[in-house]
């Protein structure tokens, strides 16, 4: 009897060792599986000039997954100072987000120049205002004349895009932007309220979130100015390399298709867009999100099917243009390929 239990003990030990190693066997595989899952998404990088809401497409592309789905796994990083496309030139990066007059800068003498692949944000996406309480009581060009006249304008990095805005206005009114004002142009741009909070300036351009921070802590009002009204404007597209295309042109189609569905989820469902708003700018307060919603939606800030038009393009290049920043010529083919968008489901 003694011997008979003690087999029994010893049966049901080995049963629960078998039992206990399956188990540590199914573990490892699921963990192994998960992690061959891990692997076998591309991962690729996408360089921003800044953090700004309007990129949201390309944020709530990466939180709900649209990325995924494709097999890429996209980390974004920031990077001022005009290194977002210089990123995408040295390697660093797959991808940048910003204007495609950069990328016309950057391609002379270059043999990969930068190709736009598809429009985030299709209006110039730029603001000004102007110390709280100061704003013009008028927006006729010779009231905006008056006004500008003499004062310390944070018109941002020299060479941008919204540099470059704030540039073409004055000349359009008339104006000398090197003599008939103070242009203060620091490479960062996030550090356009603190400037004016300190007194550094008197006018500022801005985006979302700046210009709801700046309301929040009452440095400026409502902006007195915006350049949306420029109408269809390449602001904010997605740019990669000329060899990219050749090479790899399924990642380049995957990429796009997920910024495609991102597009259409903001367009369609609003309260997604303010959660991924609220996820990818924890800090903002309730109201400052709304605020930056609702004057997206107003100004129709980003593109409904990511589309780059040559008249969208066109519209960018002449501010290039006139205010001298760009000499020679262009060519829509030479610095957009819209293959992807066209063949997107």
């Known amino acids: 009897m003694k ?19 399956a188990a540590c066997g199914d573990d490892a595989g699921s963990e192994a599986k998960a992690a061959d899952g891990a692997k076998s998404l591309k991962k690729i990088v996408i360089a921003e000039p800044l953090h700004s809401t309007g990129y949201l497409p390309l944020y709530l592309a990466q939180q709900e997954g649209y990325f995924e789905k494709r097999g890429l796994k996209v980390e974004v990083i920031q990077a001022a100072g005009g290194a977002h496309v210089t990123s995408v ?3 660093d990066a797959w991808g940048v987000i910003g204007g495609p007059e950069s990328n016309a800068l950057a391609n002379k003498k270059n043999s990969d120049p930068i190709l736009s692949v598809v429009n985030v944000v299709n209006r110039a996406n730029v603001y000004l205002m102007a110390k ?3 704003a013009p009581k008028g927006s006729s060009p010779e009231e905006l004349k008056a006004f500008l006249q003499g004062k310390k304008v944070n018109a941002g990095r020299h060479g941008g895009t919204p540099n470059l805005l704030v540039r073409y206005l004055m000349i359009n009114l008339g104006m000398n932007p090197e003599k008939d004002v103070q242009l203060l142009e620091p490479a960062d741009g996030s550090t356009v309220v603190t400037m004016m909070k300190q007194g550094a300036s008197e006018i500022a351009q801005g985006a979302e979130p700046q210009i ?8 400026w009002g409502e902006p007195f100015y915006k350049f949306h009204d420029l109408g269809d404007f390449a602001y904010s597209v997605v740019s990669v390399k000329k060899s990219t295309i050749e090479k790899d042109p399924e990642t380049v189609q995957s990429f796009t298709d997920a910024i495609i ?3 259409k989820a903001v367009q369609s469902d609003k309260e997604l867009a303010k959660k991924g708003l609220k996820t990818e700018f924890p800090t903002l307060s309730d109201d400052a999100i709304q605020a930056a919603l609702d004057r997206a939606y107003a100004d129709n800030l980003w593109s409904p099917d990511g ?14 243009i006139k205010t001298g920043i760009y000499q020679g010529d ?16």
Not at 3 to 21: F, Y
Not at 308 to 317: P, Q, R, V, Y
Not at 330 to 336: A, F, I, K, P, S
């Open 330 to 345: 262009y060519t829509y083919d030479g610095l957009v390929d819209m293959q992807f968008v066209k063949n997107s489901k």
């Open 261 to 263: 569905e991102a597009l």
């Open 132 to 134: 709280e309480g100061t």
């Open 212 to 219: 709801s921070d700046g309301i929040s802590k009452k440095v």
């Open 307 to 320: 589309t780059i038009s040559e008249e969208a393009l066109k519209n960018d290049m002449d501010v290039m």
């Open 89 to 91: 030139v040295s390697g």
């Open 3 to 21: 011997k008979t239990t003690k087999r029994l003990s010893v049966l049901l030990a080995l049963s629960m060792i078998t039992g206990i190693l």
